[in-house]
C-alpha cells in the first residue's frame, strides 16, 4: 500500500513538473516528463490517467515541432506527436469517450498533414482533420463542455486556414474561407464566453489569417495551390 502510495505521488509530481515546463513553453521537457508519466500509468493499467498523459505527450511534441531548428528535428517531433495522438485516440476509443477520441484523431491528421509528402496528401489531411474537428464539437456541444466546444472549433478555425493556402481555384477558395470564418467567428464567441484567453488569441489570429489568405490568393489569382509553408517552417 506505502508502495502503490509513493508510486502515485511520484506520477503526481511529473505531472506537476511537465505542466510548470509546458507554462514555461519548455515543449520538448514536458513531453519528455508526460510520457514518463503515460509510461507509468500503462503499466499499472491506470488507463484514464495513460490517456490524458498521452495527448499531452502529442501537444507538447507538435508545439515543440514549432521551435524545431532543423527540418529532421521538425519531422521527428510531429511524428512523435502523430504516435502520441494515435495512442491517445484509441485508449478513449476504448473507454467509449467518442468526442476526446475523435479530437485527437483530428490533432493526428492535422500533425500528419505538416508533415505528407505530396500536396494531395496534405490537402487530404487537413480536411479530414477538419471534419473531424467539427463532428467533435458539436459532441462536446451536446455534453455542454464549453470549453472543449470553444477549442475544437478553435483548432477547426485554424485547419481551414491551411486548407485555404490550398485553393486551386477561386469557387474552392470562397467556399472554404466562408467556412473557416463561419467556425472562427463561433470559436471566438465560445472562447469570450468562458474566458479563455488562449483560445480567444487562437480563433483571433485564426481569422485573420483566413481572410489576409483570402485577399492574397485573389490578387494572386487563386492559383497558388501546393505553395503553402504556413504549417512547415522548412
Do not use: H
Not at 487530404?124 to 470549453?147: G, T, V
Amino acid at each position: 500500500m506505502v508502495w502503490w502510495t509513493m508510486k502515485r505521488e511520484m506520477e503526481g509530481a511529473l505531472l506537476e513538473r511537465a505542466g510548470v515546463e509546458e507554462k514555461g513553453y519548455n515543449w520538448m521537457e514536458a513531453a519528455r516528463l508526460y510520457e514518463e508519466a503515460a509510461k507509468s500509468f500503462l503499466g499499472k493499467k491506470m488507463v484514464e490517467e495513460a490517456t490524458r498523459a498521452c495527448k499531452k505527450v502529442g501537444y507538447a511534441c507538435a508545439r515543440a515541432a514549432g521551435t524545431a531548428e532543423t527540418a529532421e528535428e521538425y519531422v521527428e517531433l510531429n511524428k512523435r506527436a502523430v504516435k502520441a495522438y494515435k495512442e491517445a485516440a484509441n485508449l478513449f476509443g476504448q473507454s467509449g469517450n467518442r468526442p476526446e477520441e475523435l479530437e485527437c484523431e483530428a490533432e493526428t491528421l492535422f500533425v500528419s498533414g505538416l508533415v505528407a509528402g505530396s500536396v494531395v496528401e496534405r490537402k487530404k489531411a487537413f480536411s479530414q482533420s477538419y471534419e473531424l474537428f467539427i463532428e467533435s464539437s458539436e459532441l462536446y456541444s451536446k455534453r455542454d463542455d464549453r470549453e472543449s466546444f470553444a477549442r475544437t472549433l478553435s483548432r477547426a478555425a485554424w485547419t481551414s486556414f491551411l486548407l485555404v493556402t490550398y485553393c486551386s481555384d477561386r469557387w474552392e477558395l470562397e467556399q472554404i474561407s466562408q467556412k473557416g470564418r463561419d467556425v472562427a467567428d463561433k470559436a471566438l464567441k465560445s472562447a469570450n464566453e468562458i474566458g479563455n484567453v488562449q483560445y480567444l488569441a487562437e480563433s483571433s489570429f485564426a481569422e485573420f489569417v483566413i481572410f489576409s489568405a483570402e485577399m492574397v490568393l485573389y490578387l494572386l489569382g487563386g492559383t497558388r495551390a501546393g505553395r503553402n509553408t504556413a504549417g512547415n517552417p522548412f
